[in-house]
C-alpha cells in the first residue's frame, strides 16, 4: 500500500510564504509524475503545478513567478514554494503522483490535503 503523506499548511499573511511538503512511503518501486492541486471552498479542485521524474516542471497561470515545484527522488517527495501568496490562494493543497507499487502497477495516489489559509 502507498500513502502520500502532506505537511506545512497554515496561516500566513498576504505577501508571506510556505512552503508544503509530501512523501510517498510504503511499497514504492518508482514515481513518474508528481503534482500539486488545491481546491478552494465551493469550486472544483484544480492543478497548480506538475513535475516529472526528470525535472520538467508546468505551472498554473495564476501561480507562475511566484510558486516552485521540486522534488526529491531520493526521498520519494514532491515539494511546493509558495511565494508571494494572495488570498485567493485559499485552499485545501493536495498531492497527487503516478507510483508503481505491488504487482509493478502504476496507479495514481492523493495525499490528504493540508489547509493553507491566506490573510489581507
Known amino acids: 500500500q502507498v500513502q502520500l503523506v502532506e505537511s506545512g499548511g497554515g496561516w500566513v499573511q498576504a505577501g508571506g510564504s510556505l512552503r508544503l511538503s509530501c512523501a510517498a512511503s510504503?511499497?514504492?518501486?518508482?514515481?513518474?509524475?508528481m503534482a500539486w492541486y488545491r481546491q478552494a471552498p465551493g469550486k472544483q479542485r484544480a492543478l497548480v503545478a506538475t513535475?516529472?521524474?526528470?525535472?520538467?516542471?508546468n505551472y498554473a497561470d495564476s501561480v507562475k513567478g511566484r510558486f516552485t515545484i521540486f522534488r526529491d527522488n531520493a526521498k520519494n517527495a514532491v515539494y511546493l514554494q509558495m511565494n508571494g501568496l494572495k488570498p485567493e490562494d485559499t485552499a485545501v493543497y493536495y498531492c497527487a503522483a503516478e507510483v508503481r507499487s505491488t504487482g509493478f502497477k502504476w496507479n495514481n495516489y492523493w495525499g490528504q490535503g493540508t489547509q493553507v489559509t491566506v490573510s489581507d
Open positions: 510504503g511499497l514504492v518501486f518508482g514515481i513518474k509524475d
Open positions: 513535475i516529472s521524474s526528470g525535472g520538467e516542471t
